[in-house]
């Protein structure tokens, strides 16, 4: 089955073709104009595909794929899996691209786990959840938004209209202005991790305080679902001088007994595995898709 894989991020759109396996990635920025940027990307792939499958930011109302991504201001209750349905003419099943990473992990990724949390630090923070071998939706399709767990009640505020949490802390462009406001002059998450590569104490501290935050809100979620494997994957995920920090949050909070294997690793498929997981929605719906 053919099957083109969308993953819909705040800061860049990617598409692939799936037929068996991953096709050649194919990448833009989202831009102002995220429905003009999506259609620019998606025309020339789409041709004899039989479903698209699609991850998105949220948050968003499942299964009839509204969404409002925090990280997409021009998008709010915006159709996006009828606009796809109705260009495209073909079905669409539309998950939240963090679950759909989450999935991608489980399907493809080798853990040999049925209980497994997948997050995704980009633009912004997300997280979905395989449970008993099955993908975990939740009442409104948006179960695992772990960074929305709040690991600072006094810490910053968030886009979600909260304060002190993960996202709020450990997305891409948090970290760029909590160091330009100590006077670093990275403008983005790439130049920021640049900096942090060759060393830079305030790059580097900006890396350790995100690990932090996010080893604190795994700790939680971990706990609360009795998790074996949380993966980490996503542009911030790449980043060495994040992990440290992390690992050592998550061996401070996570204490339970039933916690003492619980393994946090960088995800196995990389930046595709919302893509693959994307496509899983599809080829593997038994798992990963309980709606229409």
């Known amino acids: 089955m053919t099957v083109l894989a969308v993953d819909v991020g705040g800061t860049k759109l990617a598409a692939s073709r799936w037929d068996g396996g991953l096709g050649e990635v194919h990448r833009v920025a989202t831009g102002p104009d995220p429905w003009g940027a999506l259609c620019t990307l998606l025309d020339p792939l789409a041709d004899g595909v039989e479903a698209l499958g699609v991850g998105c930011g949220g948050p968003m109302t499942w299964p009839v794929g509204e969404v409002s991504p ?16 109705d260009r495209y003419g073909v079905p669409v099943r539309l998950h939240n691209d963090a679950v759909c990473a989450a999935a991608g992990e489980h399907w493809k990724g080798g853990w040999q786990t049925d209980d497994l949390l997948g997050v995704v630090v980009s633009t912004g923070v997300g997280g979905g959840i395989v449970s008993g071998g099955r993908l975990l939706d939740g009442a409104a399709g948006n179960a695992g938004h772990l960074g929305h767990i709040v690991v600072d009640p006094s810490g910053p505020e968030c886009g979600c209209g909260g304060r002190g949490c993960v996202e709020a ?40 305080r995100a690990g932090h935050a996010l080893g604190v809100g795994i700790a939680a979620a971990a706990s609360v679902l009795d998790t074996s494997v949380v993966t980490v994957g996503g542009g911030i995920s790449q980043v060495s001088s994040l992990w440290p920090s992390l690992w050592a949050s998550v061996a401070q909070h996570a204490r339970l007994s039933f916690l003492a294997g619980l393994r946090v690793m960088p995800a196995v498929l990389g930046q595709t595995a919302g893509l693959v997981g994307a496509a899983a929605l599809v080829v593997e719906g038994d798992r990963y898709w309980s709606a229409g």
């Not at 990280?71 to 159709?79: D, E, L, M």
């Not at 403008?187 to 942090?196: F, I, K, N, P, R």
Request: glycine share 8%; with cysteine; proline share 4%.
């Open 70 to 85: 925090l990280n997409i201001p021009a998008w709010r209750g915006f159709a996006l899996r009828s606009a796809l349905a």
């Open 169 to 208: 802390i450990a997305r891409g462009p948090a970290l760029v202005a909590w160091a330009a406001e100590r006077g670093c002059e990275a403008a983005s998450g790439v130049e920021l991790a640049a900096l942090a590569a060759n060393g830079d104490a305030l790059a580097l501290k900006a890396f350790a």
